[in-house]
């Protein structure tokens, strides 16, 4: 059977890695979540057009996307 | 408001873009039989005219001003609203339109084997002085018209104003694209020699990354905009003075760009 100190230092380590691992996803989270990198910078709204795969016309307004629809 | 997921409602592409009074209006191609539309906050509309191209739009006061082709020829073609005129020179090729005033401006080609650049004002066409021209882009402001491009057999780059040639000194430049804000004059394009992305302030150059490509360039209050595209694997982008902001989706490719002020 483990000392109490011993198993308070392993518990600590435990949740140090933890710790460690959840702070990583969060930071992975931030950087790849990418709902928000393309928002248009204060003051400026800025749409772009062009395509979301092959030959699929989009626009993205204010880093939001719409394909545009095919006309009749 | 959440993100709206993208669709596919059929092969659609787009080459020109433009927002009035808050409305944004696109112009391009769709469907299997790659019909000429103009989409006006979405809602599509094709382009009157068999085998229509539309290669330039431009909005005044509500109405699109398109140029491109059409016919069984492939005749340069001007819509103006519902009205379609063709250009009366042979082999006439209209790419970028505008308007200033009054007075609505395309530019482009005429002739087959020899081929001469210049616009057409109002309809009347001008042909620009040197051999083997080439234009790029068209702006307009005040009455003065800019339009960059290539010219000679070596296809130089150089800027046009109202008919006169600046060449751009810098060696092995392709200047694609233009603005005007304020009499200051912006262009942006790429050195062939190491194909570095970059764009003119008023003669001052503005090298990005390296291995990005610009598509297209818009100023808004002196804030140079300019979107395209970098990195081996073509990861679309837009700058903002110089600063990258990505586009999350991984299949995207961004062509035009168009900034007006937050009306929030």
Same mark, same amino acid.
């Given at each position: 059977m483990m000392s109490s100190a011993a198993g308070y230092r392993g518990l600590m380590r435990r949740a140090a890695h933890a710790l460690a691992v959840a702070c990583l996803l969060a930071a992975c989270g931030t950087a790849g979540s990418a709902d928000n990198v393309a928002e248009s910078p204060e003051g400026f709204r800025v749409v772009l057009g062009g395509s979301s795969g092959p030959s699929n016309a989009t626009l993205w307004d204010d880093g939001r996307p719409t394909t545009m629809a095919t006309a009749p | 408001m959440g993100r709206r997921p993208s669709h596919n409602y059929g092969n659609s592409s787009l080459t020109g873009l433009f927002i009035e009074d808050d409305v944004v209006y696109a112009a391009g191609r769709t469907g299997l039989l790659n019909r000429a539309a103009v989409w006006t906050d979405h809602k599509s509309e094709r382009v009157a005219g068999s085998g229509a191209t539309v290669l330039g739009l431009w909005v005044d006061d509500g109405r699109p001003h398109l140029v491109g082709t059409s016919g069984f020829t492939d005749r340069g073609t001007i819509w103006v609203g519902d009205e379609r005129n063709t250009f009366g020179e042979a082999n006439a090729n209209a790419t970028n339109v505008t308007v200033d005033g009054d007075d609505v401006y395309a530019a482009g080609t005429i002739g087959n084997a020899v081929e001469f650049a210049g616009l057409w004002k109002n309809g009347v066409w001008a042909a620009l002085d040197q051999s083997e021209a080439k234009v790029n882009d068209l702006f307009v402001s005040d009455g003065k018209v800019y339009i960059v491009g290539g010219y000679g057999l070596a296809e130089r780059a150089g800027l046009w104003v109202d008919g006169e040639l600046t060449p751009i &000194? &810098?060696?092995?430049v392709v200047v694609n694209h233009l603005f005007v804000e304020d009499g200051v004059v912006y262009f942006a394009g790429w050195s062939r020699s190491q194909s570095v992305a970059a764009y003119w302030v008023d003669g001052e150059r503005v090298d990005l990354e390296e291995n990005a490509l610009i598509t297209d360039l818009f100023v808004r209050d002196g804030t140079v905009f300019v979107s395209g595209s970098y990195g081996l694997r073509g990861q679309a982008a837009y700058w903002v003075n110089g600063e990258r902001v990505d586009i999350d989706d991984p299949n995207a490719e961004v062509h035009l760009i168009f900034v007006t002020a937050d009306p929030a």
């Open positions: - | &000194d &810098d060696v092995g």
